[in-house]
């Protein structure tokens, strides 16, 4: 059974037209991160939640926003995607009794 | 500095072999987690093994098990018996903080290497 959801997997979007992407887990996890992973890259971490505590990363732009609305889900904004925010946008949450993080699948992030 | 280091980009390995992905990490605290994660080309990561800092006995998950050597700061996955399967992308991954059991701290990641398993 999936633990970690993302939606859509693979999402297009116009230059400069907001798009959310979404993420929900059956984990209860209390922490939620958000990585962006470009093209032949290491994932880089956007931001994360502990419950509603929101933590962003220094260097993410204010074009990425994020909410939480509940444990199970969190959700990325991107107010005005530019080309060089297409990527694979990987959701996850952690697991303090394992200390690691689960990953959902990921939703892929076209530009046009 | 970086704080994961993979120097291997690509390997090549037949199958029913053991393969050795390596992993060297930089952090000045005491307490830390390692990780590898294996990213076939749908996307998904997937959690494989974890090596706390503190740990003294070598992490194993089945086919998976972590080569650690706290001194000389590298943690080596050593995948056996190699399948078709486990072609993927493998990455290393650290995550630093003084409260082990800790999930707030980011993770920092490796470049990836790129395994291939030849039949």
């Known amino acids: 059974d999936a633990m970690v959801i993302q939606n859509p997997r693979y999402q297009v979007t116009q230059f400069g037209k907001p798009v959310t992407l979404s993420c929900s887990q059956t984990l209860n996890h209390n922490v939620m991160y958000w990585y962006q992973q470009k093209s032949s890259q290491a994932p880089k971490l956007l931001f994360h939640y502990y419950d509603k505590d929101f933590n962003n990363e220094a260097d993410t732009p204010d074009n990425f926003q994020s909410r939480r609305p509940n444990t199970s889900f969190c959700f990325l904004d991107i107010r005005s995607p530019g080309l060089g925010d297409a990527a694979m946008y990987l959701c996850?949450?952690?697991?303090?009794?394992?200390?690691?993080?689960?990953f959902g699948p990921g939703t892929r992030l076209t530009v046009l | 500095a970086q704080k994961i280091t993979q120097t291997q980009p690509g390997m090549f390995v037949q199958e029913k072999e053991a393969v050795t992905l390596d992993c060297t990490y930089d952090?000045?605290?005491?307490?830390?987690?390692l990780f590898w994660y294996k990213q076939p080309s749908s996307g998904e990561m997937i959690f494989l093994i974890y090596?706390?800092?503190?740990?003294?006995q070598n992490a194993t998950e089945g086919r998976y098990s972590l080569n650690f050597q706290k001194a000389r700061k590298s943690a080596n996955l050593v995948i056996s018996a190699s399948q078709l399967g486990d072609s993927a992308m493998y990455f290393c991954?650290?995550?630093?903080?003084?409260?082990?059991?800790?999930?707030?701290?980011?993770?920092?990641f490796g470049r990836g290497t790129q395994l291939t398993v030849w039949p």
């Open positions: 991954a650290m995550r630093e903080g003084n409260d082990r059991g800790s999930t707030l701290g980011r993770l920092y």
């Open positions: 090596q706390g800092s503190y740990d003294e």
């Open positions: 952090t000045s605290d005491q307490s830390y987690g």
């Open positions: 996850a949450t952690g697991d303090r009794s394992r200390d690691t993080q689960y």
